[in-house]
């Protein structure tokens, strides 16, 4: 009976290597910081020209259909993926307006009375 108690009374098992929690909250990561590699990732798509862009997002449909990539593999291709569309979509638009622009600028008012007149 003696030995049932020594089991009883032993104290619970420390868990594996977890780091101590920091003293001060300045060291500590913030929950909400996103990983410095994310950071790379959307500073590299930022960077792309918009041929090279969608260049890109072409290659990782091709290699997401191929089913050779890991389910990680393939998370992370998704998420380049949609940074990729969401750059290329904002610059589609930005183009946009640019034609706009210049095609107001540079409209002929003339042209305008001539197929009245014609």
Known sequence: M??????????????PDTPEPSADPAEAPSPTEPKPR???AKAEVAELPFE???????QIVAEMESGKLSLEDCMARYEEGTRLRTQCSRSLKSFEKRIEILMKENADPDACWDQYNG
């Open 52 to 58: 090279k862009a969608l260049e890109r997002l072409e």
């Open 2 to 15: 003696a030995d049932q108690d020594f089991l009883f009374n032993e104290p619970p098992p420390e868990p």
């Open 38 to 40: 994310r950071k790379k």
